[in-house]
């Protein structure tokens, strides 16, 4: 069975490799062919999306339309609510033909998901992250190789991959030129433990 594979990764990494980072509706899908090539059997779903925010992208699209994704779920496409009422968080790609490609290897997650410190990091925290490495950790020991690396231990630590450091925290660069973790909103009472390192 083929199936689409991705590396885990933060979302910090997945927007910083990223060409465009927008808030949207989708309001319908419709499948079109994937080119233009009539020997090309391939599919794409054409998400036709009301764009609310654009985070990333803007010095190559200003205002986006259509999101395309592979029709097969091996391929990577992404199934979306094609209603108007549901918010998604979309990244992906903008193809040399100005089209924007999103698929499951992206970060997509309805907006309601996404915790307030991931919102607000959307703006600038994740990008002025973007020359750090964050690393992932799933077994000890694990260390940092380099000064501008965070270890990404949501894995080890609550064995799910977006825990409390995909949820809260940005790898953000120092002036010294260090990277740590940074915590983006004061924690709830519940979550009171060193805020210094996750």
């Keep these: ?3 689409c594979s991705c590396a885990p990764a933060h979302p910090q990494q997945l927007i910083c490799d990223s060409a465009l980072v927008i808030r949207a509706k989708i309001s319908s899908e419709k499948v079109v062919p994937a080119s233009d090539d009539p020997l090309d059997t391939h599919k794409m779903i054409r998400y036709e ?3 609310i925010k654009m985070f990333k992208g ?3 699209l200003k205002d986006v339309q259509y999101v395309y994704t592979p029709l097969d779920s091996s391929l990577c496409g992404v199934k979306l609510e094609a209603n108007n009422k549901k918010q998604y968080l979309l990244t992906g790609q903008i193809l040399s033909d100005g089209k924007v490609l999103i698929h499951l290897c992206n970060y997509i997650e309805p907006w309601d998901d996404l ?3 991931q919102k ?5 925290r994740y990008q002025m992250g ?3 490495k964050i690393t ?3 077994t000890v020991p694990c260390s940092v190789t380099t000064p501008n690396e965070c270890l ?3 894995w080890l630590i609550e064995r799910k991959l977006y825990g409390q450091q995909a949820k809260h925290y940005a790898c953000i660069k120092r002036s010294d030129g260090t990277c740590s973790w940074y915590r983006g909103d004061p924690p709830s009472e519940k979550d009171f433990i060193d805020i210094s390192e996750p």
């Design 58 to 60: 803007f010095q190559k």
């Design 152 to 154: 990404w231990t949501d």
């Design 120 to 124: 607000r990091s959307l703006n600038q």
């Design 115 to 117: 915790s307030l410190s």
């Design 49 to 51: 999306i009301k764009q």
């Design 1 to 3: 069975v083929e199936a």
């Design 136 to 138: 992932s950790c799933y």
């Design 130 to 132: 973007c020359g750090c």
